[in-house]
């Protein structure tokens, strides 16, 4: 599952913000969540967190989906389970 998400540029000149959340399931049936956020069209910081069960992955989505709504960031694209994201 993904989500992507941006914010608005305080200047119309700056590109805008962005955060991407996405979690995998790995080979050994693990949990991998991917969180990447930079300025669109420039550097970007990729984290990568591992967790063993569905649920405690799913959790950590949540949870970094949600600050990321609580900073203002708007989801733009969404992609996986609806009801994991409620969006």
């Known amino acids: 599952m993904r989500i992507y998400m941006q914010t608005l540029p305080e ?6 913000r962005y955060v991407q959340i996405t979690l995998e399931q790995d080979l050994f049936g693990g949990w991998t969540l991917y969180r ?22 799913l959790a950590a989505f949540e949870k970094a989906r ?4 609580k900073k203002g960031f708007k989801v733009m694209f ?10």
């Open 36 to 57: 990447e956020s930079g300025v669109q069209g420039g550097k970007a910081s990729l984290k990568r967190e591992v967790h063993i069960t569905h649920d405690s992955a």
């Open 66 to 69: 949600d600050a990321q709504l």
């Open 78 to 87: 969404s992609q996986g389970q609806e009801s994991a994201h409620g969006r």
């Open 11 to 16: 200047v119309a000149t700056e590109a805008p």
